[in-house]
């Protein structure tokens, strides 16, 4: 595919062979077997944790590779258009943000190196909840301070590799609704070390889901949370996880177009390699357009992502691209899958191709971390000016 695109210098081109060669060792078979079992990439996890990758934004003087979102950008992209599934441990790269730009100093020399040093796990991300939640700023979880902690109680819901994470990002009301100005304020986000709190007054519990995501449910009954692990300043908190949000769209819309293309190198050689009525069947318009025009869609999505990360490098406002590059990208990967299953036939469906694998885990992208609705009212408000809707 990549005879096709513009040339231009790419500032991660080494970046991306040596996260290829990195891809090449964990192959569809292992993929397929974690699947069948809903197990966890750990070979995989540890192997990124070794060669630095997931410590990519993690500045130099914490021991990390201090790389721009860019390069987080191209990591994770070619982990999925390898065929890998970045989604075990994404997370790390942009829940750590929070505790880089709002952390105390203190926080930062704690959790910062042994995050980079593969000796802690921040993977955890526990903003959802059943009853709220897209309506955030309603989530039902409490932290109320008693002296030197604060005692957790609520839940959440959809927290993804909580069983395979030390660490997690909580946000939780420390106000009640009904004392606040703004229904924004009066939430706080907490670290919360999930090694001391397990079985005292919390609780994980798996959900099995479509595909392997290792997404979970979490309680929270009276849990202690010392309150030198509150980030920022109480009551902050919804402000600080939006601060983080256009690095964590970025980087999924990147994940997205890696998946994109993984769909779509599948589908091209295919079309040209399956022979029937004595001719490869991409000769026929009907097999090559969806794919041609998921390709198209694929550039398209990855040109936007390209202006909000080159935007957000230079701390310019990058939210309107940071939206559209998510949704054009998740779109433009469930279409290339779409296409990529057609092409295929029955084979598409066929477990050893991987394509069926694939086309489930990327179809998530169109409602988590942000459903495409949430999006277009992002920028039916933001910035077309239309009237609020919620
Ligand atoms: C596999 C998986 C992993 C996840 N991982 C995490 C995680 O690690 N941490 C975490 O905190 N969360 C996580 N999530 C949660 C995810 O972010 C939410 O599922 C997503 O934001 C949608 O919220 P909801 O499921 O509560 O749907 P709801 O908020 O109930 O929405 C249901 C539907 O209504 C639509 N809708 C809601 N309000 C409006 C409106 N005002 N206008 C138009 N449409 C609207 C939505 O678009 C959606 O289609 C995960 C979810 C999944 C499925």
Redesign the pocket.
């Known amino acids: 595919m990549d005879q096709h695109a513009p040339a231009q210098a790419d500032p991660h081109a080494e970046i991306r062979v040596e996260v290829r060669k990195l891809c090449a060792k964990f192959p569809g078979e292992y993929w397929r077997e974690l699947d069948a079992r809903r197990g966890y990439p750990t070979e995989f996890v540890n192997a990124l944790t070794e060669a630095g990758w997931l410590a990519a934004l993690i500045p130099e003087e914490y021991g990390g590779a201090g790389l721009p979102l860019s390069g987080a950008a191209a990591i994770l992209e070619e982990i999925q258009a390898s065929g890998c599934n970045g989604a075990a441990c994404h ?1 790390q790269m942009y829940i750590m943000g929070t505790i880089l730009r709002h952390g105390s100093a203190a926080q930062k020399a704690r959790y910062l190196p042994k995050i980079a040093a593969g000796e802690l796990r921040l993977q ?5 909840e ?1 009853t ?4 955030t700023t309603s989530l039902r979880t409490t932290a109320r301070r008693e002296g030197e902690k604060y005692i957790v109680n609520g839940q ?6 909580a069983e395979h994470s030390d660490l997690m990002l909580l946000l939780a009301r420390t106000t009640p609704r009904d004392q606040v100005a703004k229904k924004t304020e009066g939430l706080s986000t907490f670290i919360v070390d999930m090694r001391e709190a397990l079985g005292k007054g919390l609780t994980i519990r798996p959900i099995r ?1 479509m ?1 392997n ?1 290792n ?1 979970c449910e979490v309680f929270f009954d009276n849990m202690e949370v010392p309150a030198e692990n509150l980030v920022g300043v109480e009551g902050k908190g919804f402000r600080y996880i939006l601060d983080g949000m256009n690095a964590e769209r970025l980087l999924i819309a990147a994940e997205c177009i890696g998946d994109a293309k993984w769909f779509i190198e599948k589908a091209r050689n295919y079309a040209k390699e399956r022979v029937l009525f004595g001719r490869p069947i991409g000769a026929n318009q009907g097999v090559q357009f969806p794919i041609a025009r998921a390709y198209a869609q694929m550039r398209a999505a990855e040109a936007i992502v390209k202006e909000g990360l080159a935007k957000f490098e230079r701390g310019e406002p990058c939210g309107e691209e940071a939206n559209m590059g998510k949704m054009l990208a998740a779109e433009a990967s469930w279409a290339a899958g779409e296409a990529c299953v057609n092409t295929h036939g029955g084979f598409g469906f066929a477990e050893e191709y991987d394509i069926e694998r694939k086309f489930r885990e990327t179809r ?1 992208y169109q ?8 999006i277009l ?1 992002y920028i039916g408000e933001h910035v077309l000016g239309m009237p609020r ?2």
């Open positions: 997370a955890a991300f526990g903003v959802t059943p709220s939640g897209t309506d959440k819901i959809w927290t993804s590799r889901t595909m995501h997404s998530l409602v988590a971390p942000i459903s495409t609705n949430l009212s809707s919620y």
